[in-house]
């Protein structure tokens, strides 16, 4: 790595206001704090961890990995022998302690405008106690699981706490999921009881919760009926609806046998509940996220390793200060809420805006309001927002006063330059820096990312490793390559190893180029093909379908399918239909296919694979195909450029 400075390309430097009072002042501290972190990780985890509350301290070291296959499974642990409790450190150290009590903690804003609440630390850990002491009653214990179903609400974040104080582990599913995809997170995680709401709107949409609860539920009994394992989630015992302020417009279903209302069971229950002191490698929760399998990947996060990780991510990425109002547009179904909305801005006692509702209603001017309304100093976004919000040019934004920014931050997808300056210029004012930041389900927090005061930033570079993270970039060999290159990006973490392509420039930046596991990024949500592809083919017209990307400007990147029918079956256009409503209801509308093609026959290599990179090229119409020879029958390919989707570009 070396000091930036002398290259061609357009920098954008640190502004010196940031820099008077920042965590880490210029690059010469990063570099400096950055290797201690690599040489020394004991001791500079040790300090990180001295500003939070053990009831044990741990045993051995800080950190202990184990990436080498051939000693035993690979593993990374972290603060062994130490008993802690990760809500205590986010909530009763800063009431008790802090004298953050009356500090607002999240400054929550409806999907209507009307509607605004604020919830201070202390308001925040009785409801939390409360919460806890009804799971406690309703019989979940440490190590069991809660499947929360919940939209954008205070009650989301008391929840997971409340789960997080007694020790059970929390499985959050994203409420825009279909009713199949929560049953399979229920039977997966399972779960004893379910956390729900009665119903949300989002923008002029109403989504009934409660009932597709109750459907995903009845699969689940389906299931287990059909199990002869019994091993299922149809042994759930409780189900806990919150009402949304929606009764008047929804016909909740209700089952007495194992229904409860937030609200009744909540008035009585007390409002002191002693934390589970847990072991530090204890679980936190399970999040589910893309696997490239076709199944839905649970990962699970432990205590110690989580807690420092995304407190210390959130306090030098956005140069965390106790004056500000921060903002992360994200949902908590995803892992940028849980660690970016929940875990990491709670743990440093911050002030941060919970929105529920989208970014165009009731007009496209929503998040510019919001920013203005609390005065937001740091806004944290998906590049598929800022390209949506970009259609509408800069009249929308500059109504509003923006003034109180200071800094920008982008996540879940790569930043495309145009979307970058736009961002940087009519957002920031030009003032602001934008920190991308790269990370993962799997990593818990940002593993690559610019510091805000210290790095000066190339547009669509995530930049430098953030502290404790070693990147290498693998050649296709696994050989480690040096200085500038391009390859497999190879990264070691608090929680595991990950690879993605990337490459490495002169001035030792990152450059994320793209996955090597058939992924998809679609508006910042992973998918992988095969899950979308395991959707379509469950359809009876359907012999085989092969799903790949294609580049959207709004969304980043889209569906774009090949659908072979069975011989007697027609493709036609209500199968078309038919087959987006079949992927809507297995996995969610942000997997509804943007374009099904008709494909008589898919381009196969004589061993029988797919050959993904002849679909992507059709479905973008590139026609400079390079080397086809190992397809078995190459006029399968002119036949599928000859029928391609009509308005693809
Ligand atoms: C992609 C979201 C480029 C990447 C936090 C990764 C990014 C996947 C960036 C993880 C970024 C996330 N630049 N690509 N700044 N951030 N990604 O698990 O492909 O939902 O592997 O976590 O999103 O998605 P996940």
Redesign the pocket.
Known sequence: MVVPGSQEEKMFYPPDDLQMDAHVPDFNSYLQMYRKSIENPDAFWKEIADEFFWKKPATGSMLQYNFDVTKGSIYVKCMEGAKTNMCYNVLDRHVLKGNLGEKVAYYWEGNSPDQHLTVTYSQLLSQVCRCANVLKKMGVKKGERVSIYLPMIPELVITMLACARIGAVHSVVFAGFSSESLCERIIDAQSCVLVTADGVYRGEKLVNLKQIADEALQKCREKSENDEHGISGGDLDAVASVSNRLMWCVQTPWDSDCDVWWDEVMKDSPEECEPEWLDAEDPLFILY?SGSTGKPKGVLHTVAGYLLYTALTFKCVFDYHHDDVYWCTADIG???GHSYIMYGPLANGASSVLFEGIPVHPHVGRLWEIIEKYKVTKFYTAPTAIRLLMKYGREPVQKYDLSSLRILG??????NPEAWHWYHEVVGRGKCPIV???????TGGHV?APLPAATPLKPGS?TFPFFGIEPAILNEHGEELQGEAEGYLFIKTTTGC?L?GCRRDKDGYYW?T??IDD?L?VS???MSTAEVEAALMEHPAVAEAAVVSRPHQVKGECLYCFVTVKDCKEFNHTLMEELKRQVREKIGPIATPDFIQNAPALPKTRSGKIMRRILRQVARNERELGDVSSLTDPKVVEVLFSQRCEGAA
């Open positions: 996220t995803w892992i940028t982008s996540v879940g997808e790569p930043i991308d930041t790269f990370w993962q389900t799997e690559l995530a990950f993605s994320i793209g996955r992924m990024n910042g949500h992973l």
